[in-house]
C-alpha cells in the first residue's frame, strides 16, 4: 500500500527554522517526483515545489523559491521541506504529494499544520 | 502563473447532476491532457478524482466524469450525494516555469 507520511503539527516563532518531513512507503521512492503543496487556513491550494528523489533535482514555483528549501533522502525514504526564517504568513497547513513527471498527484501525505506566532 | 479559475460554489439536491468548470490559458488546461481533479473534505488531505482530464482511478465512484474543451476544463457529479459534499480543485501542467497549477477551488454544496 502506497503512503505518504508526514511528520507531526509544528508551532514555531518567526525567524525560528524548521523542517518537516514526508516518508514515502508501499512503492520505488526513486521513482516518482515528490511535491509540496500550501494551503492557508481557509484558501485553495499552492504548488511551491518539486523534488526528483533519484538525483535530487528540484524546481521551485516563483512564490516560493528562495523561502523554502526541498530535499530528500532516498536511503529512508524521506522528503523534507524547511524553511530558515519563517514568517508569520508561513503558518499554513503543508502536504506532499506523489507523482511522475506529470500530474497527477495521486497519492499525498495527511498534512503538517504549520503555526508561526510570537 | 495564475490559479486556474473555477467557481466559487456549486450547489445541488441529491440525485441532481452538477459540472463545475475550470478555466485556464492554452499554455495549460488547453495545451495539455493533465488536467485533474481533486476532492477535499474539510480537515482532510485531498484525494484525486480525475486523472488526464477523463480517467478515473480506481475506488472512485462512476459518478464522477471528466471533460474538455479547448481552455475549459469540466466535472460532472451525477446522481448527487450527500457524501460528495467537499471542495473540489482542478489542476493542470503549464508550459510555465511552473509545472503545475491548481484551480481557485469550488464548494460543493448538497441541498
Known amino acids: 500500500e502506497v503512503q505518504l507520511v508526514q511528520s507531526g503539527a509544528e508551532v514555531k516563532k518567526p525567524g525560528e527554522s524548521l523542517r518537516i518531513s514526508c516518508k514515502g512507503s508501499?512503492?520505488?521512492?526513486?521513482?516518482?517526483?515528490i511535491s509540496w503543496v500550501r494551503q492557508m487556513p481557509g484558501k485553495g491550494l499552492e504548488w511551491m515545489g518539486r523534488?526528483?528523489?533519484?538525483?535530487?533535482?528540484?524546481n521551485y514555483s516563483p512564490s516560493f523559491q528562495g523561502h523554502v528549501t526541498i530535499s530528500a533522502d532516498k536511503s529512508i525514504t524521506t522528503a523534507y521541506l524547511q524553511w530558515s526564517s519563517l514568517k508569520a504568513s508561513d503558518t499554513a497547513m503543508y502536504y506532499c504529494?506523489?507523482?511522475?513527471?506529470?500530474?497527477?498527484?495521486?497519492?499525498w501525505g495527511q498534512g503538517t499544520l504549520v503555526t508561526v506566532s510570537s | 502563473q495564475s490559479a486556474l479559475t473555477q467557481p466559487a460554489s456549486v450547489s445541488g439536491s441529491p440525485g441532481q447532476s452538477i459540472t463545475i468548470s475550470c478555466t485556464g490559458t492554452s499554455s495549460d488546461v488547453g495545451g495539455y491532457n493533465y488536467v485533474s481533479w481533486y476532492q477535499q473534505h474539510p480537515g482532510k488531505a485531498p484525494k484525486l478524482m480525475i486523472s488526464?482530464?477523463?480517467n478515473r482511478p480506481s475506488g472512485v465512484p462512476d459518478r464522477f466524469s471528466g471533460s474538455k474543451s479547448g481552455n475549459t476544463a469540466s466535472l460532472t457529479i451525477s446522481g448527487l450525494q450527500a457524501e460528495d459534499e467537499a471542495d473540489y480543485y482542478c489542476?493542470?501542467?503549464?508550459?510555465?516555469?511552473?509545472?503545475?497549477?491548481f484551480g481557485t477551488g469550488t464548494k460543493v454544496t448538497v441541498l
Open positions: 489542476s493542470s501542467y503549464t508550459s510555465s516555469s511552473t509545472p503545475y497549477v
Open positions: 523534488i526528483d528523489p533519484s538525483d535530487s533535482y528540484t
Open positions: 488526464d482530464v477523463s
Open positions: 504529494a506523489r507523482h511522475s513527471g506529470y500530474p497527477p498527484f495521486d497519492y
Open positions: 508501499g512503492y520505488s521512492f526513486t521513482s516518482y517526483w
